[in-house]
C-alpha cells in the first residue's frame, strides 16, 4: 500500500511539474516577444508581413501589389506608361540586358540541340 501511494504520488507530482514548466515557458515566450518585436502575440512571419504592407503603402495585399510597388520605385518618369496600358517590367526598358538575355536565350538552345 506505501509503495502505490508513493507511487501516486510521483505521478500527481510529476504531473504539477510538466504543467508548471508549460505555464512558465509560455509566460517566458510572451515575455520574450514583447521584448523582441514588441507583440507579446507575434506569430512567424509577422514582422515579414507589415514590412510588405508598409513597403506597399496598404492595408491588405493582394497579389500583384508587391510587383506594382517595385515598378513605380525603379521607374523613372520617362517610362511611366498611361493608364490602361500594359505594364511592362522595369528590365524591358535596359536594352544592354536585353541583349544579355538574349545571349544566354541563344546559348541554351545551342546547348539543348547538341544533347539531342
Do not use: C
Not at 8 to 23: C, I, M, N, P
Not at 29 to 45: H, L, S, T
Not at 85 to 101: K, Q, R, V, W
Amino acid at each position: 500500500m506505501k509503495l502505490l501511494l508513493q507511487l501516486f504520488d510521483f505521478s500527481l507530482t510529476q504531473e504539477v511539474g510538466e504543467r508548471l514548466l508549460g505555464a512558465l515557458a509560455k509566460v517566458l515566450d510572451e515575455r520574450f516577444k514583447e521584448a523582441v518585436v514588441g507583440d507579446a502575440n507575434y506569430q512567424m512571419g509577422d514582422l515579414t508581413k507589415k514590412a510588405i504592407l508598409n513597403f506597399i503603402d496598404k492595408e491588405e495585399y493582394q497579389f500583384g501589389d508587391l510587383t506594382r510597388a517595385i515598378q513605380q520605385r525603379t521607374q523613372t518618369p520617362s517610362q511611366t506608361k498611361p493608364k490602361g496600358s500594359a505594364p511592362t517590367a522595369g528590365i524591358a526598358s535596359n536594352d544592354g540586358i536585353l541583349a544579355e538575355l538574349d545571349k544566354w536565350d541563344q546559348a541554351l538552345q545551342q546547348r539543348t540541340k547538341k544533347k539531342h
